[in-house]
């Protein structure tokens, strides 16, 4: 079989094929202001096993990711700690390649940064003020006409009605935010004139100083190193709605190709234990939350990635105990047939890499799965199923080989348990007494607090639940 994925735009289940020779994919990248969460890491490492499965069907795969370094967010947290604009992001963007390696998500073929594209942005706002998309306002901004373009609306089924009434209401108005909601459909801005609070961020353009609006980024650089139109474009459901409807208005309007992109593949949101994800609620887990309570970082992808990417994934505690229950069974579900077959874990980790056949071998159906629609949780349920049927025939140890490649799980390569060395026992005992904490079960956590501390570490509430360190 070969992979397949729910397009947005058809709403219908398609064939990836390539339009070229090298499958051509461009997914949004972070915003770099702050650390990302595990909201953000479950859609970049669902592209991460969406790249590495079209791999294992043989594809050459170009996958372009942006690095968002210019926008509202960036701009005002740089300000308040008083450094330029480019230390600032670029603090985080080290710290996102960190996150990325630990959580094993391959580097992207190209990883562009908006400010070092201006003039790309640039000479496409201009494209679309002189083709009368676009118009340009007192204070030095540029907007985008949406009324020019028939399409808008159509990739995230924006009721035409609706946003007629909307045009019509906010004629001569327009949305200088980066970010907005589905009732505030209105022209939005490609360039943003000079505002003081930009302080030394800005760049010279044919309508003043100022700087690009967060959506062109993404259609001037996938432009640059993909074409006027390419295969797949990637992200959370969120940014459906604007930012890529905006992204086919200005791309479509400027180069005059269509489609801009042939498939659109959204990923959906993260719940954390049951509810949204919010500042408030102090659910917002980084990566580093979840390695300080003794989580590694191979169970934490194992559970981001487990359930289906178009279905909301509660992320709980449970499940990653859960992930490290599982990844310990296939561990041992793979050694003990390795030794039968005389196969060493090292020689195995070398064939954890694409090109395998699944045909005809035992691993067959969960490649089917994943070819069905990315289907990562009945692929994962295949591989357990097919273990007992495994008797380490060389066609089978290659075929797990590449399945494993394609979740991205080097189960035999992790060392990141031992780099974190907080034994496996402690952090159960921290996750039960911070949930018998939250049931208020008082007499139960203080028992598991001395137990732990017993063994030698000491637990303590934190604002995001609870971390764990060695006791002096
Ligand atoms: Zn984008």
Same mark, same amino acid.
């Given at each position: 079989?070969?992979?397949?994925?729910?397009?947005?735009?058809?709403?219908?289940?398609?064939?990836?094929?390539?339009?070229?020779?090298?499958?051509?994919?461009?997914?949004?990248?972070?915003?770099?202001?702050?650390?990302?969460?595990?909201?953000?890491?479950?859609?970049?490492?669902?592209?991460?096993?969406?790249? @590495?499965?079209?791999?294992? *069907?043989?594809?050459?795969?170009?996958?372009?990711?942006?690095?968002?370094?210019?926008?509202?967010?960036?701009? @005002?947290?740089?300000?308040?700690?008083?450094?330029?604009?480019?230390?600032?992001?670029?603090?985080?963007?080290?710290?996102?390649?960190?996150?990325? *390696?630990?959580?094993?998500?391959?580097?992207?073929?190209?990883?562009?940064?908006?400010?070092?594209?201006?003039?790309?942005?640039?000479?496409?706002?201009? $494209?679309?003020?002189?083709?009368?998309?676009?118009?340009?306002? $007192?204070?030095?901004?540029?907007?985008?006409?949406i009324s020019t373009f028939e399409n808008y609306g159509?990739?995230?089924?924006l009721d035409r009605e609706h946003m007629a009434t909307q045009m019509t209401n906010s004629a001569?108005?327009?949305?200088?935010?980066?970010?907005?909601?589905r009732e505030?459909v209105a022209?939005?801005?490609?360039?943003?004139?000079?505002?003081?609070?930009?302080?030394?961020?800005?760049?010279?353009?044919?309508? %003043?100083?100022?700087?690009?609006?967060?959506?062109?980024?993404?259609?001037?650089?996938?432009?640059?190193?993909?074409?006027?139109?390419?295969?797949?474009?990637?992200?959370?459901?969120?940014?459906?709605?604007?930012?890529?409807?905006?992204?086919?208005?200005?791309?479509?309007?400027?180069?005059?190709?269509?489609?801009?992109?042939?498939?659109?593949?959204?990923?959906?949101?993260?719940?954390?234990?049951?509810?949204?994800?919010?500042?408030?609620?102090?659910?917002?887990?980084?990566?580093?939350?979840?390695?300080?309570?003794?989580?590694?970082?191979?169970?934490?992808?194992?559970?981001?990635?487990?359930?289906?990417?178009?279905?909301?994934?509660?992320?709980?505690?449970?499940?990653?105990?859960?992930?490290?229950? *599982?990844?310990?069974?296939?561990?041992?579900?793979?050694?003990?047939?390795?030794?039968?077959? %005389?196969?060493?874990?090292?020689?195995?980790?070398?064939?954890?890499?694409?090109?395998?056949?699944?045909?005809?071998?035992?691993?067959?159906?969960?490649?089917?799965?994943?070819?069905?629609?990315?289907?990562?949780?009945?692929?994962?349920?295949?591989?357990?199923?097919?273990?007992?049927?495994?008797?380490? $025939?060389?066609?089978?140890?290659?075929?797990?080989?590449?399945?494993?490649?394609?979740?991205?799980?080097?189960?035999?390569?992790?060392?990141?348990?031992?780099?974190?060395?907080?034994?496996?026992?402690?952090?159960?005992?921290?996750?039960?007494?911070?949930?018998?904490?939250?049931?208020?079960?008082?007499?139960?956590?203080?028992?598991? @607090?001395?137990?732990?501390?017993? *063994?030698?570490?000491?637990?303590?509430?934190?604002?995001? %639940?609870?971390?764990?360190?060695?006791?002096?």
């Amino acid at each position: 079989m070969k992979p397949s994925i729910t397009n947005t735009l058809s709403r219908k289940k398609e064939e990836l094929i390539p339009s070229e020779a090298a499958f051509k994919m461009y997914c949004c990248g972070p915003t770099v202001y702050g650390p990302a969460h595990i909201g953000n890491f479950r859609t970049f490492l669902t592209q991460d096993v969406l790249r @590495r499965t079209l791999e294992c *069907a043989g594809m050459e795969v170009l996958h372009v990711r942006n690095i968002t370094d210019v926008d509202d967010k960036t701009i @005002r947290e740089s300000q308040k700690l008083g450094l330029s604009l480019s230390k600032f992001t670029r603090k985080w963007e080290d710290k996102f390649h960190a996150d990325c *390696a630990k959580l094993n998500m391959l580097p992207p073929s190209v990883e562009p940064r908006a400010t070092e594209h201006i003039s790309e942005q640039l000479s496409m706002v201009e $494209k679309l003020v002189d083709t009368g998309h676009a118009y340009a306002t $007192k204070d030095g901004s540029v907007y985008f006409k949406i009324s020019t373009f028939e399409n808008y609306g159509r990739l995230a089924n924006l009721d035409r009605e609706h946003m007629a009434t909307q045009m019509t209401n906010s004629a001569g108005e327009a949305n200088n935010a980066d970010e907005y909601e589905r009732e505030s459909v209105a022209d939005f801005a490609l360039w943003k004139g000079r505002k003081p609070e930009d302080g030394d961020n800005f760049w010279k353009s044919p309508w %003043g100083e100022g700087r690009p609006g967060w959506h062109i980024e993404c259609s001037a650089m996938s432009r640059k190193y993909l074409g006027d139109t390419f295969d797949l474009h990637g992200g959370g459901i969120d940014l459906c709605f604007p930012h890529h409807e905006n992204e086919i208005a200005q791309s479509e309007c400027a180069t005059g190709a269509s489609p801009y992109v042939r498939y659109w593949f959204h990923s959906a949101h993260l719940m954390v234990e049951g509810e949204k994800m919010s500042k408030s609620l102090g659910n917002l887990f980084t990566l580093d939350d979840l390695l300080k309570k003794g989580y590694t970082p191979q169970q934490i992808r194992y559970a981001l990635i487990s359930g289906h990417y178009r279905q909301q994934l509660n992320f709980t505690f449970k499940s990653l105990d859960d992930a490290k229950s *599982a990844l310990s069974k296939l561990r041992k579900g793979v050694s003990s047939t390795l030794k039968e077959a %005389g196969m060493s874990e090292e020689e195995f980790n070398k064939l954890i890499k694409p090109g395998a056949e699944f045909a005809g071998t035992i691993f067959e159906g969960a490649w089917n799965a994943m070819c069905d629609d990315l289907n990562v949780p009945r692929a994962l349920g295949e591989i357990f199923a097919a273990l007992g049927k495994f008797g380490g $025939k060389t066609a089978d140890i290659k075929a797990l080989g590449s399945m494993l490649y394609a979740f991205g799980l080097d189960i035999f390569a992790d060392n990141s348990e031992k780099a974190e060395e907080i034994p496996a026992e402690i952090s159960d005992m921290a996750r039960r007494r911070w949930e018998a904490k939250q049931a208020r079960n008082f007499a139960l956590a203080d028992e598991l @607090r001395k137990s732990i501390a017993d *063994a030698g570490w000491t637990v303590f509430d934190s604002k995001d %639940g609870f971390d764990i360190k060695k006791s002096q």
